[in-house]
């Protein structure tokens, strides 16, 4: 047998087209990740808008139910046991046994933290308060307190708050969330069971 090799009909790639090649299948991958991390980013981005969004519009809409219908404890002792800057003490039934629960709110390394201690052979055991977080990424969260004539524009009670004078309590809190502008939030809770002690 006798092969002939025709370098015309022999075709190969040359080193210059092989580099042009790698070079467009590199563009082309790098261009495939660029577009999965801006997903990513986004969608991490877009949950922990809407996730932290979601858990204040929770927790705030709970805070005033509780506040509102704030009682005396099943001690006797007066429906606010503290009542701080960034913390407040207080008493309500939260799950309608008739039975006070004794409610913390609090910020914490920038959360805020929620503590429940159940009455528990006629007393309230703070060793035994169990505490859940509620909001996450927290840039700002600050209780403020009015007495009796608040209509809106007076000036807050002083602290150390006199717990007695207080009939409205007034919760800002602001979110931050990776580089975004800050939201900003806040109720104003008028307790229905205030008086003075």
Same mark, same amino acid.
């Given at each position: 047998?006798?092969?002939?090799?025709?370098?015309?009909?022999?075709?190969?790639?040359?080193?210059?087209?092989?580099?042009?090649?790698?070079?467009?299948?590199?563009?082309?991958?790098?261009?495939?990740?660029?577009?999965?991390?801006?997903?990513?980013?986004?969608?991490?981005?877009?949950?922990?808008?809407?996730?932290?969004?979601?858990? /204040?519009?929770?927790?705030? @809409? +709970?805070?005033? !139910?509780?506040?509102?219908?704030?009682?005396?404890? *099943?001690?006797? #002792?007066?429906?606010?046991?503290?009542?701080?800057?960034?913390?407040?003490?207080?008493?309500?039934?939260?799950?309608?046994?008739?039975?006070?629960?004794?409610?913390?709110?609090?910020?914490?390394?920038?959360?805020?933290?929620?503590?429940?201690?159940?009455?528990?052979?006629?007393?309230?055991?703070?060793?035994?308060?169990? /505490?859940?977080?509620?909001? @996450? +990424?927290?840039? !700002?969260?600050?209780?403020?307190?009015?007495?009796? *004539?608040?209509? #809106?524009?007076?000036?807050?009670?002083?602290?150390?708050?006199?717990?007695?004078?207080?009939?409205?309590?007034?919760?800002?809190?602001?979110?931050?969330?990776?580089?975004?502008?800050?939201?900003?939030?806040?109720?104003?809770?008028?307790?229905?069971?205030?008086?003075?002690?």
């Amino acid at each position: 047998m006798n092969l002939i090799f025709d370098k015309k009909k022999m075709r190969a790639f040359t080193l210059m087209e092989t580099l042009i090649a790698i070079f467009i299948i590199s563009a082309l991958i790098g261009l495939i990740i660029l577009f999965v991390l801006n997903l990513v980013n986004f969608n991490v981005f877009f949950v922990l808008n809407i996730g932290g969004t979601r858990e /204040i519009d929770i927790t705030l @809409n +709970n805070m005033i !139910k509780e506040l509102r219908s704030m009682n005396q404890s *099943n001690t006797g #002792g007066y429906p606010i046991e503290s009542a701080d800057e960034t913390s407040i003490i207080f008493y309500t039934d939260i799950d309608g046994d008739g039975v006070m629960e004794r409610l913390r709110y609090f910020l914490e390394n920038n959360q805020v933290k929620r503590g429940i201690t159940r009455f528990e052979n006629g007393t309230y055991d703070s060793n035994k308060e169990k /505490i859940w977080l509620m909001i @996450n +990424n927290v840039n !700002k969260f600050k209780i403020t307190y009015y007495d009796a *004539n608040y209509t #809106g524009t007076e000036v807050p009670l002083t602290f150390p708050v006199d717990i007695s004078k207080i009939r409205t309590i007034r919760i800002d809190v602001s979110l931050k969330f990776l580089n975004k502008p800050e939201i900003n939030y806040y109720i104003i809770a008028t307790p229905r069971n205030l008086r003075g002690k």
